[in-house]
C-alpha cells in the first residue's frame, strides 16, 4: 500500500473533532475497495502483457518454422509481412490499455494516500506507528519519479520498446523485397521504423507521465476544492 502522510501544517481543521461510526465505516470500506480495484489493475496489465509476449513468442517460432520450410522463399516473406504487422497492431493496443490501467492504478494510489491524510488528521497520535511521507513526496510513492529512464522501466515502456521492434522488422522486411534482398535498404529502413515508432510512443508515454504526475501535485490535502490540472 502507498502511503502519504502530512506534516503538522496540514493538519488543521478539516477532520470533525467527533468521528461518527458511518464515518469510519465509508472511509475504511473505500480503501478496502480501491485496494480491489488497484489489483484488478495490476493483474491486467500482466495479463495483457503475457498475452502479447507470447503471441509474439508463438509469432516468431512460426515464422522460424516457414523460413527453414521454404529455405526463405516466397511463404517466408508473404507470411513475414503479414504476421509482423499484425503484432505490431496487436503490440499497440497493448501499449495503449496496459498505460490505462497504470494510471487508473496511479490514481486509485492517490486516493488511498488521500485517505490516510484523513486517518492522521482524526488520530494524529498514530502516526509514529504508521508509514506516512510528507505531502511533496507522495508522487514518486505512486511509481511515477522524475527520472527520465522510469517510462522504461514501467509496462507499457517495455511494450513499447518490443512493438517498435516489430514494426521496425515489418518494415525491413518489405524493403528487403522490395530493393530485390538489398541489405543497404532492408536494414537502414528497418532500423529507422523502429526508431521513430519508439521516439514517438516513449515521447507520448512521458507526457502522459508528465501529466499525471502535475496533476498529482496539484491535489491539495485533506478534502480542498481540487485544482483542475492539464487533461
Sequence with gaps: MTGAGTDGEHRGGAT???LSPA?????????FALQGARAATISESNGRASIFLGAVSGGLIALGFIGQASHLGTAFYAFGLILLPTLGFVG????FRVFQSGLEDAHYAERIAHLRDFYFAAAPEVEKYLFSVPPHERVALQGLPASPVQVYL?????VAVI????????????GDVAS???SWVAFPAGAGASLITLVLLIRY??????TVRRDMLLYPAHGATRVAGPT
Design 154 to 158: 514501467t509496462m507499457a515502456g517495455t
Design 205 to 210: 508515454l512521458s507526457a502522459q507521465m508528465k
Design 180 to 182: 530485390n534482398h538489398s
Design 23 to 31: 464515518a469510519v465505516s465509508f472511509v475504511t470500506t473505500e480503501h
Design 163 to 174: 512493438t517498435s521492434v516489430l514494426f521496425g522488422s515489418a518494415v525491413g522486411l518489405m
Design 92 to 95: 499497440l493496443t497493448t501499449f
Design 16 to 18: 470533525p473533532q467527533a
